[in-house]
DNA sequence: CTGAAAGCGCTTACAG
DNA sequence: CTGAAAGCGCTTACAG
């Protein structure tokens, strides 16, 4: 690959010059920038951007900082608004590999190391020792539904509350009185606002919190189904299911039917996400929406504020969810 | 942070005798090793991987150039051996935002300027100008699913061929004689080397090639749905059908239900991938598996033999696949 | 065994 | 308007 020394030295100008013209200084005259943007041409230059970076101390690169795999549908919808913010910027985004295997590895460290210019982060517990070094540093960082903030730290998440209280609120228009509810894994913020959600739906349709139609799992099919299970052999079963994932939701689906039940005839089932395979099998899942790859879109425009303005501090970001009402919930059935 | 000259500073020694100690050169005394790792972990000093590659020119990085979208489930579980391979290993993952609208834009002079070690490929034409550009250039690069080679660039893909065949077979044995297949757009060599396969499975089973057995779609659900439509409206219409995609075939099992027949009873149907989905929903689907987080594994094992021996050619790599069969295909119904 | 110097490919005051 | 020089944080011959 071509140098800016090669651009000069065909150019007959300095390095200095070239850099000019490459960064659009104003005072190159027409004739020199011409000439260097012809020797650009000739030569197929291409700015190195890690060195530019070297002294720019800037990378134009956004790292991020999974624990989750790829393959996991929050994930991928994240990355793909993520990706497309990214999209046109300047900026690539690097994968960090962690290594927690080594008791010495640090999230802060490596981003300095890879010297990116911030950094998301998403399915890292709020406990994690890693986490509190970022919230401490400068390093431009968003919190995607870790409940952490600082100076240069952002937090965004969906309205989890919100979004379950609605999904309560539904069943209960609908004339449902027992509605359980399929938590996730309690711990994170997210999962307990969920639940906090629910709680208070129940309480504002003028029900009774009943502790057996509240049940665990971690938001597989598979945990979905056993939950599931042990609703419906309750002497007195729910009439309504609300779910903290959509795939919990076909689990349970699952297993009402091989219960010889239906849905929506007999039970009601509400899953959480609106992932694709949420409308696209039938009949379609009555779902929380999640507007993952708009949170993933806005992480980054926080994060690159952050990054373009020193000062910057983002705010807590709320997105706003809805439901989407389709074919598995039904008014309850009147005996 | 604290560099280089820092902790030379703090250990009072020169940098280079730091840069030795980092590098683990022999030729340093053990005293003066001592003194400078106290310094490090004093400083909690971490080498800046940027600067150190501008001058081994290597960034330990490896580049991803994708086309299709994070949610799309082959790049996910692609992702996700990628992932699996280069985690520890002291490369990071760099997802290259891809500027096409530029028509100046680059495949390679991206690379290069990003100093990536090597690039793994997914979802790009062969015929796209940038391929090309690679397969000439010295940059490691593995196509996944791009039939291209090059002296430094290899080429990685599901035995299609084979995959089909033994679908194809599979059904034979099972007594079918009308097999229909739901290609997946024709083109790019995986949907041709499927038909091909296809084809060579139906000679293979004494059939003959019936062309209104044949359909192509999108991959999606709703087009396997009305490639099924199709072929259900046949004045005769086949006993089994062969998708290109798992969605494709949950879409042609969708609209087989809708016709009032029962899979695998009235009509076997046999996807493509062995999605998540594919074993999660019941009834399971008899479908192709197809090893893509090995796919992933693979290509940057390669990649990295690549970037590491000046002189290695990479071999075209043809993973194997295995019909995994579940329940959506059963004996022909005898008449 | 140790360190001064040059260099990786850039940018940025600064002098002219 | 142009360019020489210093510097970003490292590594690597090379001299001692």
New interface residues.
């Given amino acids: 690959?071509a140098s800016i020394h090669d651009v000069a030295k065909h150019a007959g100008v300095s390095v200095a010059t070239v850099s000019k013209v490459i960064n659009n200084y104003p005072d190159v005259s027409d004739k020199t920038r011409k000439k260097v943007n012809k020797a650009i041409d000739h030569l197929?230059y291409?700015?190195?951007?890690?060195?530019r970076?070297?002294v720019k101390r800037r990378?134009w690169?956004v790292g991020v900082l999974l624990t989750v795999?790829?393959?996991n549908?929050f994930?991928?919808?994240l990355?793909?608004g993520i990706?497309t913010a990214?999209?046109?910027?300047?900026?690539?985004?690097?994968?960090?590999?962690?290594?927690f295997?080594d008791p010495n590895y640090?999230f802060l460290?490596?981003c300095?190391?890879?010297?990116v210019d911030g950094v998301v982060v998403f399915g890292v517990d709020k406990d994690n020792r890693g986490v509190d070094e970022l919230i401490h540093s400068d390093l431009p960082t968003m919190f995607v539904d870790t409940d952490q903030v600082g100076k240069r730290a952002g937090y965004i998440t969906t309205d989890n509350h919100n979004a379950i209280r609605m999904a309560v609120s539904h069943l209960s228009e609908l004339g449902h009185r027992k509605i359980a509810y399929i938590s996730g894994t309690l711990g994170p913020s997210m999962a307990n606002l969920r639940l906090e959600g629910y709680r208070a739906g129940i309480r504002e349709s003028g029900l009774e919190y009943n502790p057996s139609y509240m049940e665990v799992c971690d938001y597989s099919?598979d945990g979905g189904s056993q939950a599931a299970r042990k609703l419906l052999e309750l002497p007195n079963p729910p009439t309504g299911i609300i779910c903290a994932s959509d795939?919990s939701a076909?689990?349970a689906i699952?297993e009402i039917e091989r219960h010889g039940l239906s849905v929506p005839e007999d039970i009601s089932v509400i899953g959480f996400d609106n992932t694709?395979?949420a409308q696209?099998?039938?009949p379609g899942l009555t779902t929380v929406n999640q507007n993952i790859f708009n949170i993933g879109v806005r992480s980054i425009e926080f994060l690159i504020a952050m990054v373009e303005n020193a000062e910057y501090s983002p705010p807590v970001i709320m997105e706003p969810s809805h439901l989407v009402i389709r074919h598995t919930t039904a008014k309850v059935q009147t005996v």
Avoid: I
């Fill in positions: 690959m197929r291409q700015p190195n951007v890690v060195a970076g070297l990378s690169t795999p790829f393959t549908p994930v991928s919808e990355l793909e990706k990214l999209e046109n910027s300047g900026y690539d985004l690097v994968r960090l590999s962690t290594r295997d640090s460290k490596h300095r190391s890879r010297n099919f795939m076909f689990g699952q694709y395979y696209v099998f039938k």
